[in-house]
């Protein structure tokens, strides 16, 4: 019976779908099942006895053995998304798990690898972020997806778009989008930021300049206007400009018509425009800063762009497409972020929207080695704003458990202010009361309205 | 002639992709004259190659998209090799490197190889190419 069982512990081994190889103290490979062979293309009896990095080839080998992880530590590692290099020179996208083998007597025999080929995974996970996509803005929240549903509408008509969000929410992509989409699509994009102009520059960046219009115009200069004949042009941050500009815009978009600097010819304007602030433009008229004609004439098709931390849904998606190019430009090779990196990243606030987040992954990438962003590579202001991971759900946690962590978590965050963590949780002072005193919930001995109270005293 | 090997404790490195080490080793007929170890930085690594002006490259695994790189910047791709550097570069300089000793077990089936998207009439023609043009110091 004795010598049957390594027969019949092979069969079972077989028998798995998922790879499974074992190693000896001195990382030898002792047993390699089929799936292992079919994975890595390597047949079982070239691998056994061999050392398990000249067999596996995984891009953790070196850096990062979880084998090695696993049998110094004893822990465990449970679906680390790594690459090996199969006997063909194909990189498979793999998930490992790894375990410690002991004796009866507890002495160390080796360790287990089991592995996943994640290819079909990988594959699926490539169409789905295809369908989150649309010209390279990402998102799947509902917000995201009837933006989405709107822009083919919007790119067919020819009318003045307003494109209102924050600082990093993607103005300038939702207008090439647009002009991507639309039949003029063959002609120009030609983008400017009126904000970043004064005024005199702007004008003759907007509608360019006859020789002779100044000392130093020796040559004619097209303006943008020009430049975008039959195409479109994206006018940035349009709430910043004065009002004397504000009535030449307004010329253009009633008349279809401008003049250049020194010209006494009108051009006709053949252009789409798109416009796009970071203002609120309705306040911006009451206020009387902004015509209120224009405010009109460019407020026919509104496109308000939600901000990231409105859409944290997205962040996920969002780091995996950054790091998609990152991988390219850099030419390196890293496979994600570590689980506590992403639970920061879900809990940060960004003031600059999606656009800092991808300054603080590109941050990341720069001080990134190995092949997984961890906690040290985000800037430190990041770790400064976020803090430390406050809830951590294991599993098996009862639900009345996890809502004392959000409760204990929010008093916290808010310095004991039990309103304020009332209005982060949705419920009522009264209730998150109840629920402290339900729930055992010890109260900070830091009141937030008394410690504010003292301030302003 | 310069031939580099990526390291790792000594041995070859089990997948050049994420080596972090190599041996640069300068040789003249059959004996060796320098030996640099260098680090590689995780981005272009074809390019810190050329940039050695390396004319062999000898490897554990290699990605296809690198290996092809390598070809058509003109370095010659040894693949598949595992052991002792030191042992490799001593069986590379006497000729018996393709003994089954210094073979990678993760190697390709001679039959598989031949499904390899650059064949080696093909390898060739681009190394040839790149190559002219290239200081005849390395050639």
Known sequence: MSHEQPEVAQIILDSINDGVFTVDTEWRINSFNEAAERITGVPRSRAMGRRCCEVFRASICE????????????????????????????????????????????????????????????????????????????????????????????????????????????????????????????????????????????????????????????????????????????????????????????????????????????????????????????????????????????????????????RREDIPLLINHFIGRFNRIHNKDIAGVADDVLDLLMRYDYPGNARELENILEHAFVLCRGSLIKPRHLPPEVLDKVGPASVTVQPGTTLQAIEALHISDALRRNHGNRKAAAEELGIHPSTLLRKTRTLGIELPSQDGRSSRRNKDG | MRVALPVWSDRISPVFDVATHMKVVDIDGRSVIRILDLRVARSNRVARLEELAVDVLICGAISRPLEAACWVAGIEVVADICGPVDDVIGAYLNGSLAAGDYQSPGRADPGRNLQWPIRRQERTRLRNNARVGRSPRHR
């Open chain 1, 63 to 310: 850096t990062e053995c979880a084998l090695r992880q696993t049998i110094e530590s004893r822990q465990p590692i449970v679906n680390k998304a790594i690459y090996i290099i199969d006997a063909t020179g194909r990189r498979v996208p793999i998930s490992i798990s790894t375990a410690v083998l002991t004796g009866n007597d507890g002495k160390l025999l080796g360790g287990v690898e089991t592995f996943r080929d994640l290819s079909l995974v990988e594959e699926l996970r490539r169409e789905l972020e295809d369908r989150y996509s649309f010209a390279d803005i990402i998102g799947r929240s509902p917000a995201m997806k009837s933006l989405f549903d709107l822009l083919p509408v919007i790119a067919e008509v020819d009318t003045t778009v307003l494109i209102q969000g924050a600082s990093g929410t993607g103005k300038e992509l939702f207008a090439r989008a647009i002009h991507d989409l639309s039949p003029r699509r063959k002609k120009r994009f030609v983008a400017i930021n009126c904000g970043a102009l004064p005024d005199t520059l702007l004008s003759s960046e907007l509608f360019g300049y006859k020789a002779g219009a100044f000392t130093d115009a020796r040559r004619d200069k097209p303006g943008r206007f020009a430049l975008a004949q039959g195409g479109t042009i994206f006018l940035d941050e349009i709430g910043d400009i004065s009002q004397a500009m504000q009535v030449r815009l307004l010329r253009v978009l009633q008349e279809r018509v401008y003049e250049p600097l020194g010209s006494v010819q009108p051009v006709t304007a053949d252009v789409r425009v798109i416009t796009a602030t970071h203002r609120n433009l309705a306040d911006l008229v009451k206020r009387g800063e902004f015509r209120e004609d224009l405010y009109y004439r460019i407020n026919v098709m509104r496109l308000p762009l939600p901000e990231l931390r409105d």
